[in-house]
């Protein structure tokens, strides 16, 4: 193994990454441009670990950005997929793992109808078309700070890699695609109010992620959701819950078993992916059975899918969604919070000001900053120099953290007390490096 700064199996792979793929990656965050360094190229994942080229092992704390909820390989979901694979990997045509999965999130979600896509992205930009189709409206209402993917109408403003990269706008994104979208504060009740008394008979639909994870973890104030789900319905639009990161991972229904199961109220769409996956590339959209009614070939609006509700990926997220069971969440949440108090432990120690903020296992931190963040102003704010120092210090630690500021972290069921030792043995020195980091210089 070779020493903690030297990485030459994986610098050696980015090398050539960086000749035949714009950046070296095919999704931004990856390339480790928030934070310096070179990416980990990763050959095996086993529970709540990964193992890199140069042969280290690292607690993963990405969990591939949500879908590792029950750990990586876990046997169960290898057996099946293994099976599956071996009566072939597509069809094209309709599959049993497709209707049973359907059936899983029909029973787990308020949803009556899902349609499988094959990402978060095209489970997002496939409703937002439904919901137009169905109100015949072209608005859409989106939040600053939340991302649903590479939506041309939903760059606006996004959170993750748009923010982690610092992109003000996207170029290639029509000024006509985007004229259409309104963006708003997250978690301003008067904004959406504003916006609704101006524009209300305009808007299709307001989509929102259920709780926003992708500006760091900024949960909705009590009561947002069910407001918008309130506003959207009096006024003849649609209500869109993006439940791509949160769903079936915070709750066995996602955040709305947070929040609308007990208050009363259901979105009319809602969007999925990462954990109904399994791992693998499976997304859903779902919702009112009228409003999906709409879709081809039942209705007008067309949507389609050479892999959509691929024999193996369904199988997958069939797998991973029957074994995560109660147990599996009260673990997760478990190991959460564990976490959780030895990193809040640790930066109290080091005197690094933060705010840790959760919505169910799902957390971030806000570094430099006091008060409770609930907008992308607030996140924007934060002292990211600080995150940058201590992430270096985790992973030469043996610590895999999400390599920007702004991204959430993702617990497994499989993390345990080895994990939680390897955290504990990195975080002083982590936070010592953090409340030592220098405030970049600015140039301009
Ligand atoms: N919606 C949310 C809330 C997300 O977090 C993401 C991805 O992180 C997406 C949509 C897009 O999903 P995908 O990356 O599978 O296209």
Known sequence: MSAPHEQPESQRWFDRALIVSPGGVNSPVRAFRAVGGTPRFMVEGEGAWLTAADGERYVDLVGSWGPMLLGHAHPEVVAAVQEAVSRGTSFGTPSRPEVELAEEIVERAPVEQVRLVSSGTEATMSALRLARGFTGRDMVV????????????????????????????????????????????????????????????????????????????????PGF???????????????????????????????????????????????????????????????????????APSGPVYQAGTLSGNPVATTAGLTTLRLADADVYAAVDSWSESVQSLVTGALKQAGVPHVLQTAGSMFSVFWGVTDPVTDFAGAQAQETWRFTAFFHAMLDAGVHLPPSAFECWFVSAAHDDATLSRMAAALPEAARAAAAAPEPTRTT
């Not at 008067?190 to 989509?207: H, K």
């Open 225 to 295: 959701n069910a407001f918008l789900s309130e506003t959207c319905r009096t006024h003849g639009a649609l209500f869109i819950s993006d439940e791509v990161m949160t769903g079936f991972r915070v709750s066995p229904s996602g955040h709305w078993g947070l929040d609308g199961a007990l208050e009363g109220w259901q979105p009319d769409l809602l969007t999925f992916g990462k954990v109904m996956g399994g791992g693998f590339p499976a997304a859903a959209f779902g919702g009112r059975a009228d409003v999906m009614g709409q879709l």
């Open 142 to 221: 989106k939040f600053a700070g939340c991302y649903h993917g590479h939506v041309d109408a939903l760059l606006a403003e996004a959170g993750s890699g748009v923010v982690t990269l610092g992109l003000p706008e996207t170029p290639g994104v029509p000024a006509h695609v985007t004229a259409d979208t309104v963006v708003l504060p997250y978690n301003d009740r008067a904004a959406v109010e504003a916006a609704f008394a101006e524009l209300g008979p305009r808007i299709a639909c307001v989509i929102t992620e259920a709780a926003a994870g992708n500006m760091g973890v900024v949960p909705p104030e």
